[in-house]
């Protein structure tokens, strides 16, 4: 835990000095290709209320990556990650339980990581920072509990700003800002997470992200990850 926490502050470090962009992005700039992703949301939807019905077979977050321990299982309630492209690598069995998503990233490239997240009722992620800025992170919501008001019951702050994000709202933003998450309703919260190349960055950030995605996919291949589903 200690190595990867210090490693992850060097990668920190780095994008910090290389690369100055905002928390949230504007997506027709930096991915225009997420027309294909909303203008398919009711198929990607219905898959993903597919995969909930065997939720219990989907392995929580901490399960592929123990050093997150902290952040996915703090609270004792469960952040389940349904993995069809982890870093280039593609998770077969997953991808056909979701034809559309398979068929849209084939023709995505610069999508390198496709998540359905399951966020459990009452389930608090506490703040932290993704390591990692040559990626960008895509939200589509695809199920979104309601308060008694009839807004969003789920929150996701980013470097201080709260955002609600209602069914098929989407959200460009990065992830190596500090942010926290809340579900504070009695349902499971259902969001698309992409994993977005990011095309601006300097020649140098750009050598070592590829460098930083070719190793995370060969400890990705070695570990053999069980993905579940």
Known sequence: MQFYDRAADVVRAYYDRRIDTPATLDTDRYFPEASRFTGAYP?????????????????????????????????????????????????????????????LLAETPDVVSCVVSFLAPRKHIPAHRGPFRGILRFHLMLSMPLADDGLPACELNIDGVPYRLADGDTLLWDDTYPHEVWNRSDEVRIALLLDIWRKDMPADAALVSAALMAATRAWIRKRGMSYGG
């Open 43 to 103: 198929a990607i939807r219905r898959e993903a209320l597919a995969v909930l019905d065997t939720l219990h077979r989907v392995p929580r977050f901490h399960d592929l990556m123990p050093q997150q321990a902290d952040i996915s299982a703090g609270d004792g309630r469960d952040w389940r990650m349904f993995i069809l492209k982890a870093y280039g690598v593609a998770v077969e069995e997953n991808l056909q339980r979701c034809p559309t998503l398979d068929a």
